[in-house]
Structure formats: structure tokens, C-alpha cells
């Protein structure tokens, strides 16, 4: 049962969940296929250069499985859930943090996006309330769909249950 299940109290709704963008696995993507590029590139060096590229690609590729894994695990330990009383955030899995704003301290939540961003749809995601803020909520999935499910319930409206636009 995930943390946000637990925490629920009754009558309290989930409205909408989000997740990281994919885009977070770039950096091990990236370092990935820069060693299968030294590997092909060693192919056609003579041996005792070739044998230095072949230790620069598997330190290469030892480097973007160890970010592709640390992603993963940032992914696969945080959620992000707008309820009808509240938005939570937790991350961590042994070292936890959570954070939870009530929905009625809701003042503003802002939205950066980068052109790439706007592009492939992730941004970060700033919520401020009275006396303080949320955590920046950087690299999220869809960031105007969170940020419209948090201002459509904070100013009493039900995102989910409101009429389509004509």
C-alpha cells in the first residue's frame, strides 16, 4: 500500500497523482551511449589504444547504469498526490521526507518550463501558501495538469467533476 493510501483521512478523495518525467534518465541514457560508441571506436584502434577505450566505455557505461538506477529509485520512491483536502509529497523509502500543505493554505502555484520542456511536457512545479511553500517539484510529468488539479480544488471547484469546455 503506497504511503498515500496510508495517510488518507476519511472522506479525503485522490484527485490526481503525478510522477517524474522520464526525461530524468538522460544522464545514464547519455553516458550509456557514449560507451557503445568507445566500444565501436576501439574496434578500429590499434590494440594497446583500443585496450584504454574498452576500460573508458565499461567505465562509461558503469557510471550511466549507476544514474539510470539512482532515477529509477528517486522514480520509484516519491509520490505526488492532490486530494480533495491536500497536496502530499514523499520521497525517500528508509530516509523518508514528506510534506503536506492543506488545501484552504494554498495561495499560488507556479509552473516553469523550459522549451524542451514544453516540448516533451515536464517542468517544475512551485506551490506557495500561507507562512510557507511546498518543495520545488522539479521534473514532473504533465505539470499543468497538477498544477490545474490543485488550483481547481483549492478554490473549491472538482477538476474531475467540472464541465468540458464548447
Known amino acids: 500500500m503506497s504511503y498515500v493510501q496510508r495517510v488518507l483521512q476519511p472522506g479525503e478523495v485522490i484527485r490526481h497523482t503525478a510522477s517524474a518525467h522520464w526525461i530524468i534518465y538522460w544522464p545514464g541514457a547519455l553516458c550509456l551511449v557514449l560507451a557503445l560508441v568507445a566500444l565501436i571506436w576501439a574496434i578500429f584502434l590499434p590494440d594497446n589504444l583500443g585496450r ?24 520509484w520512491s516519491t509520490e505526488i498526490a492532490v486530494t480533495n483536502l491536500r497536496v502530499i509529497y514523499k520521497t525517500g523509502l528508509i530516509k523518508r521526507t514528506t510534506n503536506e500543505m492543506n488545501m484552504d493554505k494554498v495561495e499560488s502555484v507556479k509552473v516553469e518550463q523550459s522549451v524542451l520542456g514544453r516540448i516533451l511536457d515536464y517542468g517544475k512545479v512551485s506551490i506557495t501558501g500561507t507562512g ?18 490543485i488550483t481547481g480544488v483549492s478554490h473549491g471547484h472538482d477538476v474531475q467533476s467540472s464541465p468540458p469546455p464548447r
Do not use: C, M, T, Y
Open 52 to 75: 584504454w577505450v574498452h576500460w573508458l566505455a565499461a567505465l562509461l557505461a558503469l557510471v550511466g547504469i549507476a544514474f539510470l538506477i539512482r532515477e529509477w529509485f528517486g522514480w
Open 132 to 149: 510557507a511553500g511546498l518543495e520545488a517539484l522539479d521534473g514532473v510529468a504533465q505539470p499543468i495538469e497538477l498544477r490545474n488539479s
